[in-house]
T-cell receptor, first 119, second 110 residues
Framework: EAGVAQSPRYKIIEKRQSVAFWCNPISGHATLYWYQQILGQGPKLLIQFQNNGVVDDSQLPKDRFSAERLKGVDSTLKIQPAKLEDSAVYLC?????????????????FGPGTRLTVL | GNSVTQMEGPVTLSEEAFLTINCTYTATGYPSLFWYVQYPGEGLQLLLKATKADDKGSNKGFEATYRKETTSFHLEKGSVQVSDSAVYFCALYQGGKLIFGQGTELSVKP
């Protein structure tokens, strides 16, 4: 079974430029997540989709970040304009079914990530 | 709010040494607890988990016990190998969210 695919693997841009990341989840997985992992920190959830609807985007800086999941499969995360502090690894993960509920955890499978450097 | 704190790295050990990576958490109620591992160039992988107090998760020679009284979930392995070199993340799941610690880098020398 193919894992979560992400592209590009690396991206270097200058501040104020825009950038987009792509994620293809595991086939059949309804839930998709985008995380931001700053160097020396653990991953932090940016946005969670259930099929093509947003479940949680409370941590997404909406003035510059946007994400979509058309047709409930692939997803793109965009940053426009980028700031120096956006330098991080952007991880995509997917899980079967929903991850709602305090006692119900569906394992999240992570992609290799996209390393963004903003100069 | 909920949070996870891990011991700082990097941790450097010789092959066959005993490993402990400390993890403590802050949460209300009874979250599920996890250890994830990130090998160089790869995505995070679930290593083990425990869903209630006194549960012991185990996988690949690694173990961790859910200690409610000390709010801890320390990772242990009796004899590490060079192939265990990676970054290890402790995490909790509650309220539909997975919250990670900052990660501990482990380097095992032959």
């Amino acid at each position: 079974e193919a894992g979560v695919a992400q592209s590009p693997r690396y991206k270097i841009i200058e501040k104020r430029q825009s950038v987009a990341f792509w994620c293809n989840p595991i086939s059949g997985h309804a839930t998709l997540y985008w995380y931001q992992q700053i160097l020396g920190q653990g991953p932090k959830l940016l946005i969670q989709f259930q099929n093509n609807g947003v479940v949680d985007d409370s941590q997404l800086p909406k003035d510059r970040f946007s994400a979509e999941r058309l047709k409930g499969v692939d997803s793109t995360l965009k940053i426009q304009p980028a700031k120096l502090e956006d330098s991080a690894v952007y991880l995509c993960a997917s899980s079967a079914g929903s991850s709602g509920g305090a006692s119900s955890y569906n394992e999240q499978f992570f992609g290799p990530g996209t390393r963004l450097t903003v100069l | 709010g909920n949070s996870v704190t891990q011991m700082e790295g990097p941790v450097t050990l010789s092959e066959e040494a005993f490993l402990t990576i400390n993890c403590t958490y802050t949460a209300t109620g009874y979250p599920s607890l996890f250890w994830y591992v990130q090998y160089p160039g790869e995505g995070l992988q679930l290593l083990l988990k425990a869903t209630k107090a006194d549960d012991k998760g185990s996988n690949k020679g690694f173990e961790a016990t859910y200690r409610k009284e000390t709010t801890s979930f320390h990772l242990e392995k009796g004899s590490v190998q060079v192939s265990d070199s990676a970054v290890y993340f402790c995490a909790l799941y509650q309220g539909g969210k997975l919250i990670f610690g900052q990660g501990t880098e482990l380097s095992v020398k032959p």
